[in-house]
């Protein structure tokens, strides 16, 4: 009998990790996309990233965007600390700005609206929300959503809602945004808007993407080449094939997980400190022109779409301000 068992045992772990092997093979296995497949590219644009951290005329950069790389497809931020910078006291005018400025192209937006959105410091609540009691602060972030959702739902460029930024990954000046309450915040769009589709984001690299189930309608995922981390120095994720991401998606999608779109493509550099405090020789460490035909390619190979890319801030700001204007002149192929 404990023969019987001891083999039975080795039958099972043998079994196990046949099923393992199988699962990494299909991950990192590389593959061609799907036949016929057509990749659309959007980009995120940040006014206050543009304004705040690049010191340059944000209407320029959108200006150019359009015009010049003739790029259609928008992720824009309702950064709350800007539009609501006393309790009560609004000012949409940058954001309206921005949004007619697409329209007027005929282009589309995303709009991505909560607590935390697109880039650093991550969170963009109000100066005055910091104070408040924590239910307070759960009121007025609602309050903050439908002032939001019932200014724009009637504008045909917005299609779809994307409700906070990588809300359960951990990463900026605050912590993971609380699963239940972001379930909250997701009923009260649907409720407000039942006619556009719910999404949000999550780490492509660092997380599963399990953890929002069928609340959302899509999911988008960062993609990140090279990055730097304090403690380990550069970090090249090589070992991951452009297929890796749909691979990830099919697999999971057995668990409830939704359509996958990259909503966040690398496409500056990575350092720890700002941009604008770091010489150039260093930045082009982490990305440079090089790098950034790779990551065109990748992103052709992943067979997924759409793709938004991240940085063209960054391609504006080092060709009117560094004297590089190879990574703007290299975006106009993108489109």
């Given at each position: 009998m404990k023969r019987h068992l001891f083999n039975m045992s080795y039958?099972?772990?043998?079994?196990?990790?046949?099923?393992?092997?199988?699962?990494?093979?299909?991950?990192?296995?590389?593959?061609?996309?799907?036949t016929g497949m057509q990749t659309t590219y959007g980009m995120t644009f940040s006014r206050p990233y543009a304004q705040k951290d690049l010191g340059l005329d944000p209407d320029d950069v959108l200006t150019a965007a359009l015009d010049d790389l003739h790029i259609r497809r928008f992720r824009i931020g309702a950064y709350w600390k800007y539009l609501e910078p006393k309790r009560g006291v609004w000012d949409f005018s940058d954001l309206d700005k921005d949004i007619n400025a697409i329209s007027r192209r005929k282009g589309t937006i995303v709009l991505a609206i909560g607590q935390k959105t697109p880039r650093w410091p991550e969170c963009w609540q109000p100066d005055w929300w910091n104070i408040l009691p924590a239910a307070d602060q759960e009121a007025a972030t609602l309050t903050y959503l439908q002032t939001v959702v019932d200014r724009y739902k009637n504008n045909p460029l917005i299609v779809a809602w994307q409700v906070e930024n990588e809300p359960h990954f951990e990463y900026g000046d605050c912590g993971k945004t609380d699963p239940e309450f972001h379930k909250k915040?997701?009923?009260?769009?649907?409720?407000?808007?039942?006619?556009?589709?719910?999404?949000?984001?999550d780490s492509g690299e660092l997380s599963l993407w399990t953890s929002f189930g069928k609340t959302i309608d899509r999911l988008g995922v960062s993609v990140y080449r090279v990055v730097r981390n304090p403690t380990f120095g550069t970090w090249r994720y090589f070992f991951?094939?452009?297929?890796?991401?749909?691979?990830?998606?099919?697999?999971?999608?057995?668990?409830?997980v939704p359509s996958i779109y990259v909503s966040e493509f690398q496409m500056e550099p990575w350092n720890n400190k700002p941009l604008t405090a770091t010489?150039?020789?260093?930045?082009?460490?982490?990305?440079?022109?090089?790098?950034?035909?790779?990551?065109?390619?990748?992103a052709s190979r992943m067979g997924l779409s759409p793709v938004d890319y991240w940085g063209v801030e960054w391609w504006y700001w080092m060709k009117t301000e560094q004297g590089h204007p190879e990574f703007w002149e290299e975006a106009k192929r993108i489109w």
């Open positions: 039958l099972l772990l043998g079994l196990l990790g046949t099923i393992l092997l199988a699962i990494v093979a299909f991950l990192f296995i590389g593959g061609p996309p799907p915040e997701i009923k009260l769009v649907r409720g407000l808007d039942p006619n556009r589709p719910v999404f949000t984001t991951l094939p452009p297929s890796f991401y749909r691979h990830k998606a099919e697999l999971l999608s057995v668990f409830g010489d150039i020789p260093d930045q082009l460490k982490t990305f440079d022109i090089k790098q950034m035909r790779a990551n065109i390619d990748y």
